[in-house]
């Protein structure tokens, strides 16, 4: 005869709700959908009283997912998590002049139940960090080109650990952060552009306090701020390949004019990919890509005591 002893209990639970905002000077429209997009009326926004067509919207995303499990032979440990993807973006167009400026927020969190030889707690992981901040002013030269100057900030958002046990801190706002200003040509279509331009700036920083005297992302031990010259470029495209599957992709490269490597070695590369499939009215899936490379940035060693004992030549 068998008897289980032993109860086994398996939960998740996953939420999703999103929220959409737009507003157009122009047309004087508000809208609002949180899940079936409901109108809320023109009032909420009362802003941007210019002349000229200004464009205020965004998009906010929240994520709520639970997990627990007792007696699993599958194994996991139990956690609560919650993210969060947000764009903000503020337009104005007025004859040949334009401008826009974004506002990109990736963050998610999550609260697992470790369970260790001697401990057994809960301890909070980051699953994503991101701010990226973009403005940009152009002109109009001829036909689809524009003059144009651009600033690109990017940096995580909350303290970085190198594990979820560790109190001393690897990373934190602006630690390291890169801001790039450039001048250059941007040449538009509905739903793809090509920013190029000779001469730009990147600034990599290292502002929080206690890092000032390590070496962080090329930033020497001593020094806030790493500033390298060079030519930019930015490729993006964002459009519905189907009515149910919307693809946004964009490709920056920065080449550093001063780098005292060779070749390849001096160009930084993002990449970002994010596939949105529309399953139904009520369901939908995302697959994000983000790869990033930089040669001159050394990444940390550890030991099996978790103490350093090198770094890398690159990352």
């Known amino acids: 005869m068998f008897r289980m002893k032993k109860s086994v209990f398996l939960v998740s639970l996953s939420l999703f709700v999103s929220v959409q905002l737009a507003y157009s000077q122009k047309d004087k429209d508000v809208v609002v959908a949180v899940a079936d997009k409901a109108k809320v009326g023109e009032e909420l926004v009362d802003t941007l009283q210019k002349s000229g067509t200004w464009k205020f919207g965004g998009n906010f995303q929240l994520a709520f997912n639970q997990f627990y499990a007792s007696n699993w032979m599958g194994a996991g440990d139990p956690y609560v998590g919650l993210g969060t993807l947000d764009r903000i973006f503020l337009t104005y167009n007025k004859n040949k002049f334009a401008w826009r400026t974004t506002l990109d927020l990736d963050f998610g969190t999550r609260f697992s139940y470790k369970t260790d030889a001697d401990t057994s707690m809960w301890q909070r992981e980051k699953t994503s960090d991101k701010m990226e901040f973009n403005t940009q002013i152009g002109y109009k030269a001829g036909g689809y080109w524009y003059y144009t100057m651009l600033l690109n900030a990017h940096s995580q958002i909350a303290n970085g650990y190198r594990n979820y046990k560790d109190t001393i801190r690897t990373s934190a706002f602006m630690t390291p952060g890169f801001v790039t200003l450039s001048l250059g040509m941007e040449h ?50 964002n459009a519905d390949i189907h009515p149910k599957i919307n693809l946004n992709t964009k490709l920056e490269l920065f080449y550093n004019y001063l780098g005292e490597y060779t070749h390849l070695r001096n160009l930084a590369t993002n990449f970002e990919m994010i596939w949105n499939f529309s399953i139904t009215d009520w369901l939908s899936v995302s697959f994000k890509t983000a790869l990033l490379y930089d040669y001159t940035i050394k990444f940390p060693v550890f030991d099996e005591m978790g103490e350093k004992k090198g770094e890398t030549d690159h990352l």
Do not use: H, N
């Not at 730009?200 to 790493?226: N, P, W, Y």
């Open 188 to 237: 538009k279509r509905k739903t793809w552009s090509w920013y190029i331009s000779p001469l730009a700036a990147r600034f990599t920083c290292k502002l929080g306090e206690e890092f000032f005297e390590q070496s962080i992302a090329g930033v020497d031990s001593g020094k806030r701020i790493l500033t390298t010259v060079g030519a930019f470029t930015r490729i993006a495209y």
